[in-house]
């Protein structure tokens, strides 16, 4: 998501099942799951209330835009278990919890975030540091041995560059 994504407390207004929904459970499998559609309020940055679609989190929001959870499996059993299971525990109408939601698409309403600002600030900078260490540790490591002396400055050799004897 492009836009910054704002913590507030929603409330379940109401829960419904729209029709069923095909999904790919794997290569060559093919099923479908119940589509729960869960619409909630919220105060926006204005206070104002405002109504949105909840969705379990951004990468549902993404690729299963129309309905609030989205579970794939083969068996149409654990697929009816997986949404009841949100249902019970997110689609209660009248229930209150923790969300956020998209200031630029107000109708969209996340239970959770995927990503933070720490998690984003890790996965840049020890991966950054590791690099800066290695490439240090390689400088010293050269310098010490002198990996790169010019033809000008290596030993004499009886051997030319290919191996061959001179």
Not at 14 to 41: H, I
């Amino acid at each position: 998501m492009v836009s910054t994504i704002e913590h507030t407390s929603c409330t379940v207004v109401s829960a419904d099942y729209e029709d069923n929904v095909d999904c790919s459970c794997g290569r060559n499998c093919y099923t479908q799951m119940p589509c729960l559609v869960v619409m909630v309020t919220y105060q926006d940055r204005q206070n104002a209330t405002a109504t949105g679609m909840l969705h379990n989190d951004e990468g549902e929001l993404d690729q299963w835009s129309m309905c609030s959870y989205h579970s794939c499996s083969r068996s149409w059993e654990l697929n009816v278990d997986s949404v009841s299971w949100f249902e019970n525990n997110y689609g209660q109408v009248g229930q209150t919890y923790s969300c956020f939601y998209n200031p630029g698409k107000e109708n969209e309403v996340l239970l959770r975030k995927d990503y933070d600002n720490m998690v984003i600030f890790h996965v840049m900078f020890w991966p950054s540091l590791l690099l800066a260490v290695l490439i240090g540790i390689t400088c010293v490591i050269c310098a010490k041995y002198k990996c790169w002396l010019d033809e000008d400055d290596s030993p004499p050799s009886n051997y030319s560059r290919f191996g061959v004897p001179a």
